[in-house]
């Protein structure tokens, strides 16, 4: 079988023709490229960073980017010959290739699953067994015997250049065919292949317009008239045809028609009359494609004119951007950072270049990218984690063509082809969602980015009000330019914060539920006044878990080592980590009591008492149980905006970039659940959100009011965060980190080992922590350790911290001496079946 699909050797070559090979990315986690052999007649069609069509193993058939053309054959493998070329311009740019195996090279990845990252599905190809006519075979000339279905096949394929099994049942109307295409295998007449399609399908709207002899001819259309004079409901068509064409003025405007539902859904007209005059010929019907992004015509709203501290800024960057790539806007909540990214987009736009603009979570950042469509038009691509695939391959395919000058979208926009970028803004720097989790590549999009400008000679500005401890750092030190803005837009001052000691509000019994009295006033103030509110709780949910209250039984995964969450309004226990979901119990299963109680609390809980209490006030819920639906996060934005709510309760979502100016009050229910967080970034999150959720009050003129419950007021962090003293939480934490030997002292690789068997995962990690010593010395190998949810999905994990100094290590050959020791962990008898995921600097 292997051989007869090794088909496709052309004839012998011509003397004079230069024999060249590609190298090809294929879309599989291979540790090389595949070098294939170009044929002769297809040596100018082959293009780097085009995509073409090779045979891959015995049986598959798969498109693949070219990365590189040359003329040295592979010394080890016999190259195959490339079967086909796809585009006849290339799809990925030169500098996307070379970042993309930097991507590969630095966050410890195949390129083929970057490039699986980097490409929308609709650019990949989808594959299904077909059979096509051996190239070898002749009909006309090859007198091989073939019986009369057989005859059929070679007839059919004679027409169709492939055809799929079921086809071929079809076409023979028998249900065993597959004798027959076996025995013509046999014979070297046909080959299975999996056959490729390009999936990119244009979305297609119907259209009507008058047949051209009505226009185009003198007089046709008074005839047209009177020949519809005794059919009211067909005249009715027509003029309200003209009405929105009208071609008795311009006859040009009737090639580009109406859509037919404009008339369809009129309630006034007649459908049926619609496709009579279809069918007399009157009108004709046909397809346009359109694009996916309307273009909004929709005069361009001028940027607001800068302050004067944002002027200042914008001159301070422009300044430092001459002698430096990078540099750090850390504006204060509310300080107008917005602007300042516009005026200088604009600029770079104007002398030609390409901008991106990066934000952690599009949908969470809504009104920016509306203040930038207002701005930017139809030069603005948006590129969004919940777009399908044709709407990610058509923004691709607008970059490349020029079409969007300007993208703004989300950590995976830095995969988009651009060639010619002079700016990329990365607003909210700190946000750990630029950071990939799961699966490869695991990479962090600013690096990502800062890279990019590197490959392509743009300058990149980080923005925040709450930089990440690292950037700031490579500030401090000099690297990276820092400009500051102290002060908000206008007249607007940082909120007032206030903290309320929620275990003194319990022995005064003044706690309502998880409401101290005071919040409970101060919302009840502020709805007086029709002011707004913003209720932060860091979890979803009504309770993180449920006890027994007589055996202490709590419910667990049964695939992951974690309790799971009571969800009250479909009444489900549900794992937050693998999905895993059963219902509620009614009564205790451990003991058949009936007393069992929900214990902590989450999003939902807060939501239920705060209606109880409150029960005139609108409240809604925003985190990621209430905004699954692809809309449902901007209607409760709206609403919100419109003033239709009172009260937003939400998870981290609420923390980021809202800006409302009607919200005089935040509340945080629990912020200690955030400070003790297992992580050495612990305090620096905590101070982020506390910070970013702080900066949603008191946005425009009205004064705003923080309330922080906890049990345990005299946390340092909580001065910083009431003082807004970014510096001393920097020199607190750059101290510590210096100590402790952390980021950006070090770089951290996280190794994790996971396995079905306990045992199995632990022994696999205690020797490859043992082998990576050898490597690399013991200070540098930490663990192994068990992690605090040990399984997910069924998996035990185990962990190994690699942390490489900054300085005098070759951190690209550590790097593979790391990769190395994991291979031959993979080749051991004793741990077949483990996996050991390596993270470069892990989030
Ligand atoms: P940041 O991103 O720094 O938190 P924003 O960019 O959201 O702040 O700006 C805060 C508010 O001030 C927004 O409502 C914005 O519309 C307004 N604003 C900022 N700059 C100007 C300006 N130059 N003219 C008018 N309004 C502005
Ligand atoms: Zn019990
Ligand atoms: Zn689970």
């Not at 969800?567 to 009936?594: F, I």
């Not at 003790?676 to 004064?703: C, I, M, N, T």
Request: charged letters at 25%; one cysteine or more; aromatic letters at 8%.
């Amino acid at each position: 079988m292997s051989e007869l699909l090794n088909f496709n050797y052309p004839p012998e070559p011509a003397v004079d023709r230069v024999t060249l090979f590609a190298d090809v990315i294929l879309p599989l986690p291979l540790p090389k490229l595949y070098t294939y052999r170009i044929p002769f007649e297809m040596n100018d069609e082959v293009l780097v960073g085009a995509r073409v069509i090779v045979q891959f193993g015995a049986k598959r058939v798969l498109s693949c980017i070219v990365a590189d053309i040359h003329e040295n054959a592979p010394a080890d493998y016999q190259a195959k010959y490339i079967m086909d070329v796809l585009d006849d311009k290339p799809i990925v740019t030169a500098p996307q290739l070379r970042l993309f195996r930097w991507i590969a090279d630095y966050y410890m990845c195949t390129i083929g699953e970057v490039i699986n990252a980097a490409l929308p599905s609709a650019l990949k190809l989808s594959s299904e067994s077909r059979i096509q006519l051996h190239p070898h075979f002749n009909p006309e000339e090859d007198d091989i015997p073939l019986a009369a279905q057989e005859a059929k096949i070679i007839y059919a394929l004679e027409q169709n250049p492939a055809l799929t099994f079921t086809e071929v049942g079809n076409l023979l109307q028998v249900k065993s065919y597959h004798k027959y295409i076996k025995s013509l295998i046999q014979k070297e007449a046909i080959i299975i292949f999996e056959q490729v399609s390009d999936r990119f399908s244009p979305k297609v709207v119907k259209k009507i317009r008058l047949t051209e002899h009505f226009v185009q001819e003198e007089g046709m259309l008074e005839e047209l008239f009177n020949q519809l004079a005794a059919k009211p409901k067909q005249l009715d068509i027509l003029l309200n045809y003209l009405q929105k064409v009208p071609v008795h003025q311009n006859i040009h405007l009737n090639a580009a028609g109406i859509e037919k539902s404009v008339l369809a859904n009129n309630p006034h007209l007649s459908k049926s009359s619609i496709d009579s005059l279809i069918k007399k010929g009157v009108f004709e019907q046909f397809d346009q494609i359109i694009s996916r992004f309307p273009v909004d015509n929709t005069v361009p709203l001028q940027p607001m004119k800068l302050s004067e501290h944002q002027e200042q800024a914008k001159d301070e960057i422009l300044g430092l951007f001459k002698e430096k790539d990078t540099v750090l806007l850390h504006g204060v909540t509310g300080s107008g950072k917005t602007e300042v990214y516009i005026d200088l987009i604009k600029h770079a736009l104007e002398a030609g270049g390409q901008v991106l603009y990066l934000l952690p979570e599009i949908a969470l950042t809504a009104q920016i990218v509306t203040r930038l469509m207002k701005v930017f038009g139809d030069k603005l691509g948006i590129y969004h984690s919940k777009f399908s695939d044709n709407e990610r391959a058509e923004v691709w395919q607008g970059v490349l063509s020029g079409r969007f000058q300007m993208v703004v979208g989300v950590r995976s926009a830095v995969f988009l082809p651009f060639h010619n970028l002079s700016l990329i803004i990365v607003d909210e720097e700190h946000e750990p969602s630029y950071k990939q989790y799961d699966p490869a590549p695991r990479y962090n999009a600013r690096e990502t980015a800062l890279m990019m400008a590197h490959l392509q000679g743009a300058k990149t500005l980080l923005g925040s009000a709450t930089p990440s401890i690292e950037t700031y750092y490579n500030c401090k030190t000099g690297r990276w330019g820092l400009v500051n803005m102290h002060k908000r837009f206008g007249d607007a001052q940082l909120p007032d914060i206030e903290l309320i000691n929620v275990r003194e509000e319990q022995q005064r019994k003044n706690m309502h539920s998880h409401f101290s009295g005071r919040l409970v006033t101060a919302i009840e103030e502020r709805l007086a006044r029709h002011e707004q509110v913003i209720l932060f709780q860091n979890r979803r949910g009504y309770a993180p878990f449920i006890s027994c209250d007589e055996c202490s039984w709590i419910p667990k995964c049964q695939h992951c080592a974690v309790s799971l969450s009571y969800h009250k309004y479909n009444n489900e226990l549900r794992c937050h980590y693998c999905g895993y979901h059963e219902r509620m119990p009614h009564d205790c299963p451990a003991c058949g009591a009936t007393t069992l109680r929900s214990m902590g609390f989450g999003t939902e809980k807060v939501e239920d008492d705060l209606k109880l209490m409150l029960p005139n006030a609108e409240v809604q819920r925003m985190d990621l149980d209430t905004t699954k639906k692809k809309n449902s996060y901007q209607q409760i934005i709206a609403d919100f905006e419109s003033g239709k709510t009172n009260v937003l309760i939400g998870t981290q979502m609420v923390t980021k970039g809202l800006d409302f100016e009607n919200v005089s009050l935040v509340g945080i229910l629990n912020a200690d659940s955030i400070i003790h967080f297992p992580d050495f970034r612990a305090h620096e999150r905590a101070y982020q959100l506390f910070v970013q959720v702080s900066g949603r009050a008191g946005r425009k003129g009205k004064p705003g009011t923080v309330l922080i419950q906890t049990r345990d007021p005299l946390q340092p962090i909580f001065r910083k965060v009431h003082s807004n003293d970014y510096t001393s939480l920097y020199e607190h934490e750059i101290e510590e980190r210096m100590r402790f030997g952390y980021p950006p002292f070090t770089r951290m690789i996280r190794i994790t080992v996971k396995h079905p068997d306990e045992k199995v995962s632990e022994n696999a990690a205690i020797v490859l922590a043992k082998d990576l010593t050898d490597q690399l010395g013991s200070q540098l190998v930490l663990g192994p350790e068990v992690p605090y949810i040990f399984k997910i999905r069924n998996l035990f994990l185990n962990e190994i911290h690699v942390k490489l100094p900054r300085e005098n290590v070759n951190l690209r050959a550590a790097k593979q001496a790391i990769a190395k020791v994991i291979q031959q962990l993979y080749l051991l008898p004793d741990f077949k079946g483990v996996r050991v995921v390596a993270d470069v600097d892990p989030a």
